[in-house]
């Protein structure tokens, strides 16, 4: 049986977590991670929150075929997104403490 002590608790630690996730996610924003392909030909800069903020192409790239640059920007830029997706569901794992488990969010 749940008491109303018990049970205010439980609603003051789910606030409590609840701020954290808010604090993790405006962390977030301001979360810088590179990736690169081609040997640092190309390099990718995303946040947290998987949006692409940078792209750097060295010149010597452009001596090359279309497609090859192309698949060099995608390499980079997955190679970013994945190390932001990882940080971010650590980050949020610190702060659930796993409760979340490998619960994918798009965007965290």
């Known amino acids: 049986m749940f008491n109303k002590g018990n049970m205010s608790k439980m609603l003051k630690q789910a606030q409590e977590v609840q701020k954290q996730i808010e604090n993790v996610q405006n962390e977030?924003?301001?979360l810088h991670i590179s990736g690169e392909s081609?040997?640092?030909m190309v390099k990718a800069t995303v946040n947290g929150k998987m949006e692409l903020l940078d792209l750097n192409l060295q010149d010597d790239i452009l001596e090359e075929d279309k497609d090859m640059i192309e698949d060099l920007i995608i390499s980079?830029?997955?190679n970013a997104m994945t190390k932001a997706q990882e940080e971010s569901q650590n980050r949020m794992s610190a702060v659930?403490?796993?409760m979340m488990g490998n619960m994918k969010i798009p965007g965290m």
């Open 28 to 30: 977030l924003d301001d």
């Open 38 to 40: 081609g040997g640092g």
């Open 96 to 98: 659930t403490g796993g």
């Open 76 to 78: 980079a830029v997955n």
